[in-house]
């Protein structure tokens, strides 16, 4: 019998695609006028990004929250262009993705807020028609990674029990956080350890 997982959840930052904090700051600042650092002081500092990613922002919301705390005009079309800036596909993995597809199913599972999720197409369009209605955020949630509740919710959404599934995260804690809730994990840190991994699964290769 197969020892393969009926469902894969992948982490986004850092897994699925690379992340560029400073493109996204830097094009946020050139959209409103503001210094590098006051948008970072608005967005992160501020504390305003962790609120957004438990959930007590929603897109429009968010982006509002940064031109107050800012003091200068920031439109949502202006944050999704900075996070759009800021992302670009992993494509390698993404083709392993796209191959595990084909076996079982896949979705992302990301510490993130709702504007990220509700636009990760446009900010991601390669990730897509792969993650269609399988993406899952923190904030929709209000709970994040390494808590184990966060997973066991995201797998009933999907209609899988934990057993049924392998979580693959860059942060060693996030997988030990879905270990604790019932999955297999995988801490990523390079794409050959992760074959090796998926093998050890009995996953097919083709």
């Not at 393969?4 to 897994?15: H, Y």
């Not at 797998?155 to 029990?161: N, S, W």
């Not at 297999?184 to 998926?198: D, V």
């Amino acid at each position: 019998m197969s020892n393969a997982p009926a469902v894969v959840l992948f982490d986004l930052d850092g897994m699925l695609v690379h992340y560029d904090h400073a493109a996204r700051l830097q094009l946020l600042a050139e959209r409103s006028g503001a210094g590098v650092e006051a948008v970072s002081q608005a967005l992160f500092g501020s504390g305003l990004e962790r609120d957004a990613d438990l959930g007590l922002h929603d897109a429009q919301g968010q982006a509002g929250e940064l031109a107050r705390r800012l003091g200068r005009p920031v439109s949502l079309d202006d944050c999704i262009a900075a996070r759009r800036a800021a992302t670009r596909a992993h494509l390698a993995v993404l083709a392993l993705a796209q191959r595990i597809a084909r076996h079982a199913q896949v979705a992302i599972l990301t510490n993130n807020n709702l504007l990220l999720r509700d636009h990760l197409p446009t900010i991601c369009p390669p990730l897509f028609p792969l993650f269609d209605g399988s993406v899952f955020c923190s904030a929709q949630f209000r709970l994040a990674k390494p808590d184990p509740a966060i997973f066991v919710r995201c797998l009933a959404a999907l209609g899988h029990a934990p057993a049924e599934a392998l979580f693959i995260d860059d942060k060693r804690e996030n997988a030990e956080g879905a270990r604790r809730a019932g999955l297999r994990a995988h801490h990523y840190r390079n794409l050959p350890a992760l074959l090796t991994a998926l093998r050890e699964l009995d996953f097919p290769e083709d």
